[in-house]
């Protein structure tokens, strides 16, 4: 498989929370990062976390680390209009500095 | 505050057609990067710098070459164009150990191959 690994579609309603989940392959990670991309940019970072922590919160953002299962996801609070967009789950690798592996991206789509 | 800025935007080529995808940044970052996007497939690494003179192949090199002259610029030529190479391009840059490794992003650049 890939060695970052997120479901490719989310839709939520206006208001609701999202979730967003993401796996990785490579334990030697350092940070983890989300960037969002709406149509026709390019990517921009939303938040990242460093290794050694669970939890990373920035305001409407929370960021769940588990390092034993590999897993990140990120939890967006009354999620808008405005979060449309396509998300992607990336690490840094921790064996060679500069070398990110990116995710697929997940495309969420908020309802009103 | 122009960031990282990546040219042209869109591009049609012919098969066997060369172009060059420019790219330069204002940031004094080390750190550059080529990656192509494709649908469903994410951002693939194609080449990167982390200095000028410096450049290393990623994930999928073939059909492209690069070059750092200087710290502000990086471009990515394409040789012979083939319709596999038909994407979008986006150019990034990063500070690199001095912070998180944020990178920045240009807008990227739709190419066509026909």
């Known amino acids: 498989g890939e060695d970052v690994e997120q479901s490719l579609f989310l839709s939520v309603r206006e208001g609701d929370s999202s979730v967003i989940n993401c796996t990785y392959t490579d334990s030697s990670s350092t940070y983890l990062y989300w960037y969002k991309q709406e149509p026709g940019a390019g990517l921009q970072l939303l938040t990242y976390?460093?290794?050694?922590?669970d939890m990373k919160q920035d305001q409407r953002l929370t960021v769940l680390l588990n390092k034993k299962d590999k897993h990140l996801s990120l939890r967006i609070a009354d999620t808008q209009t405005g979060d449309s967009a396509i998300y992607f789950c990336?690490?840094?690798?921790?064996?060679?500095?500069?070398?990110?592996?990116f995710g697929a991206g997940t495309q969420v789509v908020v309802t009103p | 505050n122009a960031g990282v800025t990546q040219t042209p935007k869109f591009r049609i080529l012919k098969i066997g057609q060369s172009m060059t995808l420019q790219c330069t940044q204002d940031m004094n970052h080390n750190y550059m990067y080529w990656y192509r996007q494709d649908p469903g497939m994410g951002l693939k690494l194609i080449y990167y710098s982390v200095g000028a003179g410096i450049t290393d192949k990623g994930e999928v090199p073939n059909g492209y070459n690069v070059s750092r002259s200087t710290t502000e610029d990086f471009p990515l030529r394409l040789e012979l164009a083939a319709p596999s190479q038909t994407s979008v391009y986006f150019c990034?840059?990063?500070?690199?150990?001095?912070?998180?490794?944020?990178?920045?992003f240009g807008e990227g650049s739709r190419l066509t191959v026909l």
């Open positions: 976390i460093f290794s050694n922590m």
């Open positions: 990336a690490n840094l690798k921790g064996d060679s500095w500069g070398k990110f592996q």
């Open positions: 990034a840059s990063s500070s690199g150990q001095s912070g998180s490794g944020e990178l920045f």
